[in-house]
C-alpha cells in the first residue's frame, strides 16, 4: 500500500468539493493509497501540512483553490521533498 497525503481547503471556491470528498477518497482507496486527510482552516494551512507531513508521503494531492495549490508547492519545496504532486481544482476561477 501506498501512502497519499490529502490537503483540502473546505471553504474554496463555492466549496463544490465537500459534497464530492468522499468519491474522493474512495478513488484513491481503490488505488491502493492509505490516505491522510488534512482540511485546512486557515491561511499557512496547506503549507505547513505538506511541510511537516510529506516526507513519508508517495503522493501529495491537494484539493481547493489557487491559494491551496500554491501553499502545497510552496511546503514541498521548504521541506525539500521530492514527490509527485496532483490538484483538484475547487476554487472560484482557478487561475
Do not use: Q, W
Not at 521541506?79 to 504532486?85: D, E, I, K, L, N
Amino acid at each position: 500500500m501506498k501512502n497519499m497525503l490529502f490537503i483540502m481547503n473546505p471553504f474554496a471556491g463555492m466549496r463544490r468539493a465537500n459534497k464530492h470528498l468522499a468519491d474522493i477518497l474512495m478513488l484513491f482507496g481503490n488505488a491502493d493509497y492509505e490516505v491522510t486527510v488534512h482540511m485546512t482552516r486557515n491561511t499557512g494551512d496547506a503549507m505547513d501540512a505538506a511541510f511537516r507531513k510529506s516526507k513519508d508521503m508517495d503522493l501529495v494531492v491537494c484539493c481547493g483553490g489557487d491559494g491551496t495549490l500554491n501553499e502545497t508547492i510552496t511546503g514541498l519545496v521548504r521541506a525539500g521533498t521530492h514527490v509527485p504532486v496532483g490538484y483538484i481544482p475547487s476554487g472560484t476561477t482557478n487561475d
